[in-house]
């Protein structure tokens, strides 16, 4: 028997579900996010919409945002450069080895080279064959 006569004694428990807590997924959180920036005060009325909370989107508002600007600082940024030692070129003063050298100008007039040149008399050859003066 009960020791304590005075206490009562819980015939029947029974628990109510107070709601569910919801989860959104990403895309849909996006989604109603969007829809809030549309226009001006559409916040509270996006939000009862939903029926989600004011102070729920903004906060999805607020990571929202911060996740843009986050994607736009890791888009802009700065190339890594590399300094190099320019490569060596041939001088061109001297003669060139024996070869062929066929130029096409943009009027259709060619010109055939063969055997070693020297620069200077390439570029009064080029010029002539343009019909400019040399530089």
């Known amino acids: 028997m009960d020791s304590h006569t005075h206490s009562t004694q819980v015939e029947r428990l029974e628990v109510v579900e107070t709601g569910r807590r919801r989860r959104w997924s990403e895309d849909a959180k996006l989604k109603i996010v969007l ?19 004011r102070p729920q989107l903004l906060q999805w508002r607020r990571s929202f945002q911060a996740k843009q600007k986050g994607a736009a600082e890791q888009q802009t940024g700065f190339a890594p450069a590399m300094v ?46 343009a019909g400019g003066r040399p530089r």
């Open 35 to 53: 829809e809030s920036l549309q226009a001006p005060r559409q916040v509270a009325a996006t939000a009862r919409r939903h029926g989600i909370s």
């Open 84 to 129: 190099v030692p320019e490569p060596e070129r041939p001088a061109l003063a001297g003669p060139t080895a024996a070869g062929t050298i066929e130029i096409e100008l943009a009027s259709g007039a060619r010109m055939r080279i063969t055997g070693a040149v020297d620069a200077a008399t390439l570029t009064a050859a080029v010029a002539a064959l």
